[in-house]
């Protein structure tokens, strides 16, 4: 197939020649694969000595989603691409092979470093979903991101590409940004990002952006980040959302509020639900809300209500047998979806993506931490349901735009995306809500800082 770059792909584009160390932040579905080999094709035809260059990304990305992108296009068939997968053998060998491009997954880094040793040979580095490296601390944190740490001096360019550049707001760019310039614009460690932009919370122990964070951090990473956003260049709908309220029963809710109180609670078939920490009580209090809670070994879990059942039993009746992908969070979502729905099919393989992408499964459930990354679902449908939700933006972004307007336009589709949220009033379902927003806002805010176009 012929490249034929995109409005948006030419500043990309761009950017990756003109920076040797730089950020991406660009949506899902916009091209930022083909656009840095295209990028690295340009550069190797103009001499540049960048190759062999290396890809880290989640597995399924990195075992597929690159190799098949320089299959696609015809400027890119001379381009040698190996993924790094399978046992340590296969890794090894997999390493021997000759080729421009060698692709591996965040999991195996550590083994990779270790494997290399001194002779790091890999001259250009793209991190995609660079988010996976924020946890990275000069003493601490991540254990990949640490190893990658060790040859991050010894890569002569550095891509970082993301469309969710800060999940949990701006405390997650210092790791990320260390790899582009080793603490240049964001300070030497992560102690000194924090003491110059956040308060720190010693009772909740939270750190909060002081009011000049936002603008000085913006103005610290322009000219290194450039962020596309998609509405600058063609016509989006937004995603038409509905949010369907479900209430307890006086029972449960009785229950309900002694478990959030008391972190303790006796149900009516007797089981015990005892929540020793705090985290543990806002996981089983999420439970409770979807409907049943584990206890004891954690494996077997009792059942207190079906509001969200019947509630996703109305959506099915209001969408009229429309294909819907349905985002749960915890084993038993999935397995009293199934005992109602019998048609209702887990995400489990490369089958069901298939089969769900020709139609033949009607109700999709998904994990969302199962459905981000190199994942299309967009051609077997356009209606979603959050029954159950998750603290992280980032889960909840990636397996939105796993069939969103922009995968539904580039799929030749003319339709509206739906998305219906399932929540549970007055119960931790609101908060999780209300601080998914929070975080996307702050998102928001930088991403439209950083957007930039070609002149």
Not at 46 to 66: D, E, H, M, Y
Not at 70 to 76: E, S
Not at 90 to 98: C, H, S, T
Request: glycine share 6%; charged share 25%.
């Amino acid at each position: 197939m012929k490249f034929e770059p995109r409005p948006w792909q030419k500043p990309m584009m761009s950017h990756l020649i003109d920076k040797r160390r730089c950020n991406l932040w660009s949506p899902m579905g916009s091209g930022k694969t083909s656009a840095v080999l295209t990028a690295m094709d340009v550069l190797r035809f103009c001499g540049s000595n960048l190759f062999p260059a290396l890809t880290l990304a989640p597995k399924r990305v990195a075992q597929g989603v690159w190799p098949a992108e320089v299959r696609q296009f015809d400027h890119l068939s001379g381009l040698r691409v190996s993924p790094i997968m399978g046992d340590a053998d296969q890794r090894r060998r997999a390493l021997r092979v000759g080729a421009d491009m060698y692709t591996i997954n965040y999991e195996n880094i550590p083994w990779l470093v270790e494997e290399c040793g001194s002779k790091w040979p890999f001259k250009f580095v793209v991190a995609d979903e660079s988010t996976r490296l924020k946890n990275f601390r000069l003493r601490q944190g991540g254990i990949r991101a640490a190893a990658l740490a060790q040859v991050a001096r010894k890569t002569d360019r550095w891509i970082n590409l993301t469309g969710t550049p800060s999940p949990n707001g701006l405390i997650d760019l210092w790791g990320q940004q260390w790899f582009i310039d080793f603490g240049q614009r964001l300070g030497n460690t992560m102690s000194a990002y924090k003491d110059r932009w956040f308060d720190y919370n010693q009772y909740n122990m939270e750190s909060t952006p002081k009011a000049f964070a936002e603008s000085q951090i913006i103005e610290a990473l322009k000219d290194c980040t450039l962020s596309i956003d998609m509405k600058d260049y063609i016509k989006l709908q937004d995603p038409i959302s509905s949010t369907v309220y479900v209430e307890l029963p006086e029972k449960c809710r009785k229950q309900y509020k002694e478990l959030e109180k008391q972190m303790f609670t006796q149900l009516a078939c007797g089981a015990e639900i005892n929540a020793q920490t705090a985290a543990t009580l806002t996981t089983k209090c999420m439970q409770f809300a979807a409907g049943a809670v584990y206890h004891g070994d954690g494996k077997s879990y009792a059942i207190v209500h079906d509001q969200k059942l019947e509630a996703l039993e109305s959506i099915v009746e209001e969408t009229a047998g429309a294909n819907l992908v349905v985002c749960i969070w915890f084993r038993h979502d999935a397995e009293r979806i199934q005992k109602r729905f019998k048609h209702a099919r887990r995400l489990e393989s490369a089958k069901d993506v298939q089969d769900w992408n020709e139609g033949r499964i009607h109700m999709f459930l998904v994990h969302p931490q199962s459905a981000g990354h190199g994942l299309n679902l967009q051609h077997g449908g356009h209606h979603i349901v959050h029954y159950t939700k998750w603290w992280s933006l980032e889960a909840y972004a990636q397996v939105n735009e796993r069939l969103g307007p922009l995968r539904q336009l580039q799929a030749g589709f003319n339709r509206s995306v739906y998305h219906y949220h399932i929540q549970v009033r007055n119960t931790v379902d609101e908060l999780v809500t209300e601080r998914l927003e929070t975080k996307a806002d702050i998102q928001a805010i930088l991403l439209k800082a950083m957007k930039g176009r070609a002149a």
